[in-house]
């Protein structure tokens, strides 16, 4: 069982920064990726951010690009996405989310992942 907490999240003004959190416990063993997704108000969930499990290798989304940075803790087997130059479309809930092993799938792909966290709000004021 994989527990995954999200934290960090709030309110900010346009051009503002956050740090998001998700700290993970449980049996996380063949987890390949840990990716960030975020999911607006009548939208559908999208990608934000991906990172190899126990590399440097990381993907995002083309619409947070220079801006998103993704990292982790291996120590506190945490994942962070730190978020700079933000703008009101970035309002959404973020949610982290681990595979349960590669099955082939692109780690932008939601269907990749079998576990995700609760998720936390970010609201970007204009």
């Known amino acids: 069982q994989v527990q995954l907490v999200e934290s960090g999240g709030g309110l900010v003004q346009a051009g503002g920064s956050l740090r998001l959190s998700c700290a993970a416990s449980?049996?996380?063993?063949?987890?390949?990726?840990r990716a960030w997704f975020r999911q607006a108000p009548g939208k559908e969930r999208e990608f934000v951010a991906a990172?190899?499990?126990?590399?440097?290798?990381?993907y995002y989304a083309d619409s947070v690009k220079g801006r998103f940075a993704i990292s982790r803790d291996d120590a506190k087997n945490t994942v962070y996405l730190q978020m700079n130059s933000l703008k009101p479309e970035d309002t959404a809930v973020y949610y982290c989310a681990l595979d349960r092993g590669y099955r082939g799938l692109s780690p932008a792909s939601s269907d990749a992942y079998a576990d995700w966290g609760q998720g936390t709000q970010v609201t970007v004021s204009s």
């Open positions: 990172m190899l499990y126990s590399g440097t290798t990381t």
């Open positions: 449980g049996r996380t063993s063949g987890t390949v990726y």
